[in-house]
C-alpha cells in the first residue's frame, strides 16, 4: 500500500472515529448531563396563568415566560403543512436526523463555503434546543451543543410520536417579545386563537422562526411579508397548498392585530391585585396541602370578579371625560398666572433633590398624554413640569353585597404611571361626611333633627370659622337636608353635638386606616383615605349595615382542570351600622342625588338607574370625589394632580360634581341599559319601614325662632370644647326656660 492511500485511510479512519469518540464523550455526560426517557417523558413547559373576567374573557397573563399550551388537535392542518414544509420537508421519512441534509450541509459549508445553506437541523433537534437550551462549553461550545440535540432528538423519537413532537415544538418556540407557542404569538400578533388563524397568517408566524426579530411583522413588515411568501412558497413547492390559492396568498397585504396583552390591557391595575390576591390564597393552600404552585409557570386558570363590560366602559370614561380636564388643567398653566405657581414648584423640587445642575439635560423620555403615549427628547425641569400637570384618576366598582371587584381603573396609563390611585390616601372632603352623620344616627338623632347654620368662631384656634359654600349663614339645617346638600356649618354643629369620640368608633369600625385627629376641621373632611377605603364604607349603607372586604378571585384552577381554589360567598361580615341607620343613610343620600350636589348625575348624564351618593371637593379644589351605590353595586371615584398645589381655580371645573362625577355617571350611562349588568348590578333600594316612612318629611331648612336668636345672643364665640360647650348651651337653656316659664 502506497503512502498516499495511508494517508487517505488515516485521514477517513479519523474523520470516522474522532466524531465517533466525542459523540461518545458527549453521551457518556462528559460534557453535562443528557436527559433520560423518564425525564423526557416528565418535561412540562413553563405555561402562563391565565386570567379571566367574570364572562370568561381573557384579561391577562402571569408568566416568567409567555406561553400558552395547546393540544395536537387545537392546531390546524396548514399550521403543520407550513411548519414542515418551510423547517423540515423529511420530517416524516427520518428519526430525529436527517442524514441526507446534514450531508448536504456539510458539503456547502466546508467544502462550498456556502453560509446561506441552512442549519440541517430537524424539527426534532429545535425541539431539544427549545426545550433544554444551550450552554456555553468555551470554544468547543457549538459541536458540543450540536451533539447533544442530535443524541436528544433520537431519544425524543424513540420516547414521543411525531404529533407529539410537533406539539411540543409548537408550544416551546420562541417568537419573540417573550413570547413563547403558537398559541401567544397568534394573540400577540393577530388577536386571535390558533384555531381561528388564516393560512398567510400562519405563514407569517412561522416565517419569524428563522429570525424572530428581522422577520417581526411589526418591527420589520416588509421582511416579514416577503418571508411570509417564501413559506407560501414552500407550501407550494411540497404540495401542501394548490399553486392558484399560493399565488392569492402571497398577492394579500400584511395585516396584523398587535395586541400587547400585558402592559396595555383592559385592567393593568386589577391584574396586580390578582396576582398579590392569588399568591396569598396559593401559600395558604400550600400550607395545607404541601402542593407548591407557581403562579408563572403552572397555567393555572384564575377566574375573577371583573365585570369586563363594565371595565370597558370605565375605561372609555376615563379617555372622555379626562382628555377634556387634562385640556383644561395644562392650559391653565400654560398661561402667566399658573405658569409661575408652576416654575415656583417645580425649582422647589429640583432644589430639594439636587437637581438643579442637571436640571437642562435631556434625555428620552417616554410622555403619556390622552392623544397617544410618545417618546420625546425632555430636560429634567420640563419631565418634572409635565408630571406634575397629569390629572390622576382611579375607579373602583364592587358588591356591596360580597366585596366582589367589578371594576378597578387604578389610573391613566399602567405603562408610565404604574402606581395604583385606588389605594392613594388623599383628602376626602365632604365624602367623609357620611361617617359623622352615620355616627349621629347611631346615636340615635333623627333626619329632621335641626342642626345651627350661625357663623361659629373658634377662638382657641386662631379664630377658625366654618364656611357654607354659598357664604350663607342663620337658620336651621335638618340633619337630612344639611348632608343632601352638603352643609358646612350645620356638620360642624353636629359634630359639637355628637363628639370627636363617637366618629372616631365608626370610622375605625369602618376599617379605615388614616387615625383621625381631633381638630375642628375634621367635621369638613380633612381626613385622609383611599377610594378602596370609601367604597367599603358606602358598601356597609348599602348592604344594610355590614363590613364587606374587596376581593378579585372566584376560583383557581390547575391545568388539568381540577379545582384549586373556589370562592363561596358565604362569609358575612360584622356588623358595624345598625339596619335603621343603613337605611335612613341611603334615604338622605338619595336625597343629595336627586336634590343636592349629585344632581348633575340625572339632569346633565342621563343616568336613569338607583343611586345614592355624595360629592367631595377638597381644599383649593386639589382632589374631586364622587361616591355612590345602590343595594347591589358601589361605585367611587377620585380625580386630582399628583401634587394639592396644581388645581384647578374654580369648582367649574374642579368641583367632586365637575371632575370626579362624570367619570361615574359615563360609567353607568354607557351600561344602563345593557340587561346583563341591570340584572346584577342594577337594583332599587327597598322602601322604608312603616316605623321610619316619615322620617325625612321636614324642610330642609326653617328660619331661626325667637328662641332660637336669644340662644345666639348667649354663643357669638365658640371654643372647641365638646364637653363645656355641651354643658354651656344646657346651662342657657335652663336660664331661658326659667325666663319663660316665669312669663307664663
Known amino acids: 500500500m502506497d503512502k498516499k492511500r495511508i494517508i487517505i485511510l488515516v485521514i477517513i479512519a479519523a474523520l470516522i472515529v474522532v466524531p465517533g469518540l466525542f459523540l461518545l464523550s458527549v453521551y457518556s455526560g462528559a460534557y453535562g448531563h443528557l436527559q433520560n426517557r423518564k425525564e423526557l417523558l416528565n418535561y412540562k413547559n413553563a405555561t402562563a396563568s391565565r386570567v379571566l373576567s367574570a364572562e370568561g374573557d381573557l384579561i391577562g397573563k402571569f408568566f416568567s415566560e409567555n406561553r400558552t399550551n395547546i393540544t395536537y388537535e387545537q392546531i390546524p392542518a396548514f399550521v403543520i403543512d407550513a411548519l414542515i414544509a418551510t423547517e423540515d420537508a423529511r420530517f416524516y421519512q427520518h428519526s430525529g436526523i436527517d442524514m441526507r441534509s446534514l450531508a448536504r450541509v456539510l458539503v456547502k459549508s466546508l467544502f462550498l463555503r456556502d453560509r446561506g445553506s441552512g442549519g440541517g437541523s430537524t424539527i426534532t433537534q429545535q425541539l431539544a434546543k427549545n426545550m433544554f437550551g444551550r450552554k456555553s462549553t468555551g ?404 348592604n344594610g349595615g355590614f363590613l364587606v372586604s374587596p376581593f378579585c378571585i372566584t376560583s383557581i384552577t390547575a391545568s388539568n382542570g381540577v379545582l384549586i381554589y373556589e370562592n363561596d360567598f358565604n362569609e358575612p361580615g360584622s356588623g358595624i351600622i345598625s339596619e335603621r341607620s343603613a337605611l335612613l343613610m341611603n334615604a338622605i343620600l338619595q336625597k343629595a342625588i336627586m336634590e343636592g350636589t349629585g344632581a348633575s348625575l340625572i339632569s346633565v348624564y342621563g343616568v336613569n338607574v338607583p343611586l345614592a351618593g355624595k360629592t367631595g371637593t377638597s381644599q383649593n379644589y386639589a382632589d374631586a370625589w364622587f361616591a355612590a351605590y345602590n343595594p347591589k353595586m358601589t361605585i367611587v371615584s377620585r380625580v386630582g394632580a399628583s401634587s394639592p398645589l396644581i388645581h384647578f381655580n374654580s369648582g367649574a371645573y374642579g368641583s367632586g360634581s365637575a371632575l370626579a362625577l362624570p367619570l361615574v355617571a359615563l360609567t353607568i350611562k354607557q351600561v344602563q341599559s345593557d340587561p346583563a349588568i341591570v340584572s346584577k348590578h342594577i337594583a332599587p333600594f327597598p322602601d322604608l319601614p312603616s316605623e321610619l316612612s316619615g322620617a325625612l318629611d321636614c324642610p330642609d331648612f326653617r328660619e331661626d325662632t325667637f328662641f332660637d336668636r336669644i340662644m345666639d345672643t348667649f354663643r357669638k364665640e365658640r371654643t372647641f370644647d365638646r364637653d363645656r360647650a355641651r354643658k354651656e348651651e344646657q346651662r342657657i337653656r335652663n336660664i331661658i326656660q326659667r325666663i319663660l316659664r316665669r312669663r307664663n
Open 139 to 542: 470554544i468547543i461550545s457549538m459541536p458540543v451543543n450540536k451533539a447533544k440535540e442530535i443524541i436528544l432528538a433520537r431519544r425524543l423519537e424513540r420516547v414521543f410520536s411525531k404529533e407529539d413532537i410537533l406539539t411540543l415544538y409548537l408550544n416551546t418556540v420562541s417568537f419573540g417579545e417573550n413570547i413563547y407557542g403558537i398559541e401567544s404569538a397568534a394573540a400577540r400578533f393577530f388577536n386571535r386563537n390558533i384555531g381561528q388563524l388564516k393560512i398567510e397568517e400562519s405563514a407569517v408566524l412561522i416565517g419569524m422562526l428563522k429570525a424572530t426579530t428581522y422577520y417581526n411583522p411589526r418591527f420589520n413588515p416588509d421582511n416579514a411579508l416577503s418571508r411570509r411568501n417564501v413559506v407560501l412558497g414552500q407550501m407550494v413547492k411540497y404540495e401542501y397548498l394548490d399553486p392558484h390559492d399560493g399565488d392569492s396568498l402571497r398577492g394579500l397585504p400584511l395585516k396584523t392585530y398587535y395586541s400587547n396583552i400585558e402592559s396595555a390591557g383592559p385592567a393593568d391595575y386589577f391584574l396586580v391585585q390578582v396576582k398579590n390576591e392569588a399568591q396569598r390564597l396559593l401559600d395558604d393552600i400550600s400550607s395545607v396541602t404541601g402542593k407548591e404552585w407557581d403562579l408563572e409557570k403552572d397555567g393555572l386558570i384564575i377566574s375573577t370578579t371583573l365585570n369586563l363590560t363594565l371595565q370597558k366602559s370605565a375605561n372609555k370614561a376615563f379617555r372622555d371625560h379626562l382628555a377634556l380636564s387634562q385640556r383644561r388643567l395644562s392650559e391653565h398653566y400654560r398661561n402667566p398666572a399658573g405658569n409661575r405657581t408652576l416654575t415656583e414648584i417645580t425649582e422647589r423640587i429640583l432644589r430639594e433633590n439636587k437637581l438643579i445642575a442637571r436640571a437642562d439635560e435631556k434625555r428620552l423620555r417616554t410622555l403619556f398624554g390622552w392623544d397617544g403615549t410618545k417618546t420625546d427628547s425632555l430636560s429634567v425641569r420640563d419631565s418634572i413640569r409635565h408630571a406634575l400637570t397629569l390629572l390622576h384618576a382611579g375607579l373602583l366598582a364592587m358588591d356591596p353585597e360580597t366585596g366582589a371587584v367589578l371594576t378597578w381603573v387604578g389610573g391613566i396609563d399602567f405603562r408610565t404611571q404604574p402606581y395604583d390611585q385606588i389605594t392613594a390616601r388623599r383628602q376626602l372632603a365632604s365624602v367623609f361626611k357620611p361617617v359623622l352623620y352615620a355616627a349621629a344616627l347611631e346615636e340615635g338623632m333623627e333626619p329632621c333633627h335641626y342642626l345651627d347654620n350661625d357663623s361659629i368662631v373658634l377662638s382657641g384656634f386662631d379664630d377658625w370659622s366654618p364656611e357654607n359654600f354659598d357664604h350663607s349663614y342663620g337658620g336651621k339645617y335638618s340633619l337630612a337636608g344639611a348632608l343632601s346638600k352638603s352643609m358646612n356649618v350645620p356638620t360642624f354643629s353636629l359634630f359639637l353635638e355628637i363628639g370627636f369620640d363617637r366618629v372616631d368608633t365608626l370610622w375605625k369600625k369602618m376599617g379605615f386606616s388614616f387615625p383621625l385627629n381631633n381638630t375642628p376641621a375634621l367635621a369638613l373632611g380633612t381626613a385622609e383615605a383611599s377610594i378602596r377605603e370609601i367604597a367599603v364604607a358606602y358598601s356597609t349603607f348599602a
